[in-house]
């Protein structure tokens, strides 16, 4: 039997969730590089002049990537953003600034555009209000979707494409050419965000057909606002790439992304650099991950009667596992990957009188809301945002010269945005990112760059607290000690609300030690490196 709770517990309820969702969203967590080098990198440094390091895949002979999907996204509300800057004559905005006002962006396009979706495409009065709180009390929702990901616009595109797609079924007797145009343009943006985008509305769009085959008229006005709106993102693409080109230059050589998205991603070499999994994983895993326990709930309701349950019966369901069945054929597979499924699945759920469920579904989405919106590489973003001041502050007490270079590594942390640094540090701050090197590699970089008398040195180190090996170069009595070389690390500033779970190494160290170790240790740190002078 199925909950039936007064609308006012509903309204409590989501508004509550609303609260959470606004403040994972202003939580600076950092759930993958792509969610500032694939968005915000690219323009911060062309709006506000702020240092920028353009990913490999804008800068290839071949770009994959699309600029025609990020400009409403992220270039529109950083450049309104840098005109009323412009016009109080403060010159550039604060990076804080900028990357809170696009997470505020990514949080309003989430509440106002995916909840109205799920609304519409839910049809029974009764299970609408269910399934929009169901939705909005997932981890998915506030952290990957409030985060700066192609996948999260992914999200919004699915959903409201399987919205046009259901208005268009429907109207049986009236062809509406705007919900045609406005269909093509959603198609258009999908496709040139992300390649995977059709394999969610394959399936769906199949319901088009009769209505096509009744009316054609319909189908050519789909196809010619497509090959607009498909016009537009290829020059503005061919414009990004080649400033200079001519429109007969855009002609003869347009850049067309998603081609080359394709033909890169078709090569099994070029995603083994980026990782090989199973053709299982995302059913067995990824789904598990994101869906926690309404996904064991899913399974085992294939195991009852109906032989069919009632959750499968429908369009978002359909698009759902038909996407994950076809993303699986590609053996790189991540959990955002399958992001657009939690919304059009979750949706689908039926709450029941279980408060075993209902206290499994809080904990676990409360457990990795935490985990993944506040301390997943949490404190990469701020300690590049507050860079400028550790390295000035640092200075002065060590009377270095404030406007010398100052080299700061990075090490076993995801990569940090250089246009947190802010205005004006294209020449002050030299970010090197080691990633995961080996520890003696890493020392060995330091003791390259690092000067050998005096003491003071404007070369710093960030990196997690639970790295153990950092121990005998940190503390005093590591002094006396003729490790080599001999440099000495001093704390400058520490961020807590930092997990590093790359670190997690339970075959060497066992579930406890680790766990001790990168939990009891978690924090980021920032350490000055000098040379233990005598």
Not at 159 to 165: C, P, Y
Not at 471 to 491: C, F, G, I, V
Request: aromatic share 14%; glycine share 6%; charged share 15%.
């Amino acid at each position: 039997m199925s909950l039936a709770p007064p609308e006012a517990m509903w309204r409590r309820t989501y508004l509550l969730l609303l609260v959470i969702r606004v403040y994972f969203a202003l939580s600076p967590s950092y759930l993958h590089p792509d969610e500032n080098f694939q968005g915000p990198e690219v323009f911060a440094g062309r709006i506000f002049g702020y240092p920028s390091q353009l990913p490999w895949e804008f800068t290839s002979d071949r770009p994959i990537r699309s600029v025609f999907p990020l400009w409403p996204t992220y270039e529109l509300p950083m450049s309104l953003l840098k005109w009323f800057y412009v016009e109080i004559g403060s010159g550039n905005p604060p990076p804080q600034l900028a990357y809170y006002a696009l997470r505020a962006g990514m949080f309003l396009l989430s509440f106002v555009l995916e909840d109205w979706a799920i609304y519409e495409l839910v049809p029974s009065p009764q299970h609408r209000r269910a399934a929009v709180v169901l939705v909005a009390s997932s981890y998915v929702t506030w952290t990957y979707q409030t985060h700066t990901f192609s996948n999260s616009l992914e999200t919004l595109l699915v959903a409201w494409g399987l919205v046009l797609i259901r208005r268009i079924v429907e109207n049986k007797k009236h062809s509406s050419f705007f919900s045609y145009a406005v269909l093509s343009f959603v198609a258009v943006a999908g496709v040139f965000n992300r390649i995977t985008f059709p394999a969610f509305l394959l399936f769906p769009g199949l319901q088009l057909l009769p209505h096509f085959q009744r009316k054609p008229v319909s189908l050519v006005a789909l196809v010619g606002f497509g090959a607009l709106f498909a016009w537009i993102a290829i020059l503005i693409d061919t414009s990004f790439y080649r400033p200079a080109a001519s429109l007969w230059d855009v002609l003869r050589h347009p850049i067309i992304t998603p081609l080359n998205n394709v033909l890169y991603n078709s090569d099994a070499s070029n995603l083994a650099t980026h990782g090989l999994h199973p053709h299982y994983q995302h059913f067995v895993a990824n789904l598990l991950q994101l869906l926690g326990p309404a996904y064991i709930a899913m399974i085992l309701s294939l195991f009852s009667w109906p032989i069919v349950p009632t959750w499968m019966r429908n369009t978002r369901t359909l698009s759902a596992f038909s996407a994950t069945v076809l993303l699986s054929i590609f053996p790189h597979q991540e959990p955002r990957f399958l992001i657009p499924c939690v919304p059009l699945l979750l949706s689908c759920v039926r709450m029941h009188r279980s408060r075993v469920f209902l206290a499994i579904w809080i904990v676990f989405n409360a457990f990795m809301g935490f985990l993944m919106g506040v301390y997943h590489q949490g404190g990469v973003v701020p300690a590049q945002l507050a860079m400028p001041d550790i390295i000035s502050t640092n200075a002065a007490a060590q009377g270095i010269k404030t406007h010398s270079e100052a080299t700061v590594f990075w090490w076993k942390t995801y990569s940090p945005p250089r246009w947190l640094l802010g205005p004006g540090q294209d020449n002050q701050i030299s970010t090197v990112d080691l990633m995961g090197i080996p520890g003696l590699e890493m020392i060995q970089r330091l003791d390259e760059v690092v000067p050998r008398c005096p003491k003071s040195s404007p070369t710093y180190l960030v990196a997690p607290i639970s790295a153990t090996f950092l121990d005998k170069y940190t503390s005093p009595s590591s002094l006396a000690n003729l490790h080599s070389p001999n440099l000495q690390l001093y704390r400058l500033w520490t961020h807590r609300q930092h997990l590093n779970l790359d670190d997690l190494d339970f075959g060497d160290d066992g579930v406890v030690d680790t766990l001790k170790r990168v939990v009891g240790r978690r924090g980021l740190g920032v350490w000055s490196v000098q040379r233990a002078c005598k």
